[in-house]
Structures are given as C-alpha cells and as structure tokens.
C-alpha cells in the first residue's frame, strides 16, 4: 500500500518573554563648577534610553542610561539646569536559546526622589520601569494532508500569520539645528526634547523602505536675559535588508530614541546660534506574510481501520498594525500670581490602557502636562497637571476576547493659548501605534496510522445505498457512516458545502 503523509511547516514570533523589570536609579553628586548654586529645586525627571538589547541562550542583556534631569532656581534667581547620565546593565532569565530573536524595551519613570544635600550636592533615588518583550521566530508543524489507503480528511482552513524576517537597527543621525536670526543667541540648554515618528513604510523585494521625522525641542536660557525654545523636524529615510519580502507583506515597525547628544556651536561671531544634535535611533521591523494554514481536524479511512492522535495546536494571526495621531484639548487653571508667562510646556503620555471596543482598540490614559511659568516679580514656578484621554483606534474587523494589544501612544507636539491669566488651554498631538495579535487554539490531528492488518469488509453486496438526508445534517458525518468516499458522494448528489441545504434523498456509493 502506497500512504503518505503530508506536513507542513510555518514560521511564528513567538513571544518567549513579556514582563516589567525594575532597574533602580541612586545617586549622590556634586554640580560641575559651571553651574550656579541650588536655591531652590523646581523638578527632578527621570528618563531612560536603552541603548541595546542583546538577546542570548536564557539571557537578555539590556544597556542603557538614566537621565537624571534637575531644574532649579540658583541662589541669584537664574533658571538652570543640570544633567547627570547614569549607565546600567541589566541582565534578564529568559527561556530558549535566543536563536533569531529580537527584544522589545519601553523605560517609564517609576518614582524619583531628589534632596539638595547642600547647594551644590544632591541626592537622587529612584527607578525605571522596562517594559521588556522577547519575540523569537518559532515553527509551527501541522499534519496537513495524506494519500493512499483510502483515506478521507475533513479540513479547517485556519487564517495565520507567517513571519518573514525580523530586524533591529540603530539610525545614527548627525544635524545642526540654526535657531534663526528671529531668536536670541544661546547662553546654555536648560532641557532637550526628543522623539521619531515613521511617516511611511514600504516592503519592497527583499528589503524595508522607512521614513520619518526627529522632532528635536531645545529650551535654552538666551543672551538676553529670558528663555526661548528652539524646535526642529530633521526627517530620516532607512533601508533594512529583509529576505524573502515582497509588496504583498504587512509590516510592524517600533522606534525608539536610544541617545541624543546636543552640543553648543560658537559661531564665527563668537554668538551661539546653532547646535550640534547627534541623536540615535533604535528601529524593530517585523514583515508578515498573511496565509491559511489546512489544519485536519477528523479522519477515516475506506480500507483500513485507522488509528489518529490529536495534539492542540495553537495558531497566531498577528493584524497589520494601525498607527495615526489624534489631538487632545483641555483647559488648565494657574495658581494665582504664577502666570504672568508661560516658560515651557511638555506633556508625557501616563498609565495608558487599552481594551477591545466595538469598531477597533478603546485606548484610555493621562497625559502629564509639565509647565515651567514665571509671575510678574520674575519667580519661577514649576506645575504639573493630568490630562485624560481616550480615543478609538480603529483596527478592521471586530476583535475577540482574547486578542492581546500592544499599544504605544507617545506625544508629537504640544501647545498652548492663554485665555486669561490664570487659564489657559493645553493642546497635545499624540500619536498612537496599535498591533493585535489572536491566537487559535484547536485539536488537530497530528499523526495517522492505517493498519493493514484490519481492512474493512462490506459483505451486504449493495453497489450503493439511499439515505434520506435532513436538512442541516454534516455531509461528513453521513460519508463517514458509510465509509464512502465523500467526494464521489457529492458528485453523484450534486451537493456541496459542509452541510445540506434542504431534505434530500442521497444515493451513496459503495467500490
């Protein structure tokens, strides 16, 4: 007897790691001599950068930097700022041999501390939260078909998500930022601002054709006296070699700032009017090609008794991700006496959720909006006000209960208008990326045996049998009652799909 079977093999990201680990920040430490003495601290931020993320056999290996970020008042009632870098390495227990891998990492500020020890020593205390997420490219073997001995498979074509290739990189970009002859000459950075939005994407063959913006905000203490903000857009352009893609495949694409360096550029006038930005980003691209996957779900064999077992099967259909923008608006009160001028405004997207909602992803958080602002006297102020938010993001298609969301929302831009005095309203541009991943789970055959030594015998002598069929009854459960071949079966009925439309007299076929 000539029986073979049939197995076919598809490429998944499996995810082998997803947690929250905590790097804790402490520090002590002097002001450098060019900074004037503390007065009085207005903020403490903690910001972390990771710089990379080397995935191994049972270890994930994280580097990366804590900015600690200090704005105070001097004891002369100067603006100032100071900058301390804090470099960790983190190590992370994983499972797999890391083969092919790549690893997702998301810092947030946890908590910060921040004491003034005397007036030129503080003390810091406090931690990152990294978002940590391991993907690694997983086969998948299904028993998908088989020939000979008479065999009859009933099939489930099962929609999946194959992987074709999945890169990291890190975009080293180089620019001047000029603040124009419309602005003041630069004394000294108070704080810097940065983060990449992609535009477009495009999958070509073998390769990913990326585009996006830098957008760089620099607060800087001026010549003159008062502060100015200087903002730039410096758009970039990748091309990541990928095997094996085409025009037809879906994408994922995540960046991430790992690094930005501004420095100040005297000029031939010996004013500062420039600065040297030297930024890095780190780019991870998935490319996914959408298929069906024949899993065989029952099985019987005219000839032969069979013997089959049945494994579970789990099956990811990854969605092609949705990233778009949205605004949102809300008026904010001052405390009385605090605005005369507004310094600078940032806002820091906070405690973002997301759950399945009809017509896409119901995302719901707060954005932090931080507002440096000086009274009429000339005394700074530091305030803080929450901003909450949904939004609809919308992704094709109903999703089911036990979709898993990855959503990212950052913040592109952010203004304001004064109303009043006190009043004013903050508007933040926010962009947001969503992907969606559904995971099948089925019991699906995994392998069959025929025993030749059992054949199945039909002693009646009939050529065919009648059966009157009901309406909505399986056509696969009546070929496999009568151990008949189900394709002659609907031929000689004129009968298709998986059950009968109407009541029917079937004429069964014997050989």
């Not at 002097?30 to 990379?52: A, E, F, M």
């Not at 994930?60 to 603006?79: H, K, P, T």
């Not at 999946?160 to 003041?184: F, P, W, Y």
Request: hydrophobic share 40%; net charge negative.
């Amino acid at each position: 007897m000539d029986f073979k079977v049939i197995r076919q093999t598809i490429a998944q990201n499996g995810v082998i790691y997803a947690q929250n680990v905590e790097q804790s920040v402490d520090c002590e430490f002097n002001l450098p001599d060019y900074c004037q003495n503390i007065g009085r601290i207005l903020k403490c931020q903690l910001t972390g950068r990771v710089g990379s993320a080397a995935v191994g056999a049972g270890n994930l290996n994280l580097e990366g930097m804590a900015l600690v970020w200090i704005l105070y008042v001097s004891d002369a009632g100067e603006l100032c700022s100071y900058e301390l870098p804090v470099s960790f390495s983190k190590n992370v227990e994983i499972t797999g041999d890391g083969d092919g891998a790549v690893a997702y990492c998301a810092p947030s500020c946890d908590y910060v501390n921040c004491r003034a020890v005397t007036e030129r020593k503080l003390d810091v205390h406090g931690a990152l939260t990294l978002k940590v997420r391991v993907v690694q490219p997983q086969s998948c073997e299904l028993l998908c078909g088989a020939e000979g001995g008479g065999l009859q498979l009933q099939k489930s074509m099962l929609p999946a998500t194959e992987s074709v290739g999945v890169a990291q990189k890190i975009i080293s970009v180089n620019e001047e930022i000029d603040v124009g002859q419309s602005m003041s000459a630069i004394k000294n950075i108070l704080r810097t601002n940065c983060r990449a939005v992609y535009s477009e994407c495009k999958v070509l063959s073998g390769k990913m054709m990326i585009k996006g913006e830098i957008l760089l905000d620099i607060l800087y203490n001026s010549v003159t006296g008062g502060q100015e903000t200087a903002q730039s857009a410096i758009p970039f352009n990748q091309i990541i070699d990928m095997d094996g893609a085409d025009e037809n495949n879906t994408f994922d694409v995540s960046l991430s700032v790992a690094g930005c360096d501004c420095k100040l550029r005297t000029g031939q006038g010996g004013e500062i009017r420039s600065v040297m930005a030297a930024i890095r980003i780190s780019v991870t691209a998935q490319v996914n090609r959408e298929t069906e996957l024949p899993a065989v779900c029952d099985a019987y064999s005219t000839m032969f008794e069979l013997s089959a077992q049945r494994s579970p099967v789990n099956i990811l259909r990854q969605l092609p991700s949705v990233q778009e923008q949205f605004l949102i608006k809300q008026n904010v009160s001052m405390n009385e006496g605090e605005t005369a001028k507004i310094i600078h405004l940032w806002c820091e997207p906070q405690k973002v959720s997301a759950v399945p909602a009809e017509g896409g992803i119901q995302i719901t958080g707060t954005a932090l909006c931080s507002i440096i602002s000086q009274n009429g006297e000339g005394i700074y102020y530091y305030t803080e006000k929450p901003l909450d938010f949904e939004h609809l993001c919308p992704v094709g298609g109903e999703l089911p209960g036990d979709a898993k969301m990855e959503c990212d929302v950052s913040v592109v831009q952010s203004s304001f208008v004064m109303l009043s005095g006190n009043e004013l309203e903050v508007r933040a541009e926010l962009n947001c990326k969503c992907s969606v991943t559904v995971t099948t789970v089925m019991q699906a055959i995994s392998s069959i045996e025929l025993d030749e030594s059992k054949p199945k015998a039909d002693d009646s002598g009939a050529a065919l049998y009648i059966y009157y069929g009901k309406a909505g009854e399986n056509i696969w459960s009546i070929a496999q009652r009568y151990n008949t071949l189900i394709d002659d079966m609907c031929e000689i009925n004129d009968i298709s799909g998986e059950t009968l439309a109407a009541d029917k007299m079937l004429l069964i076929p014997r050989f």
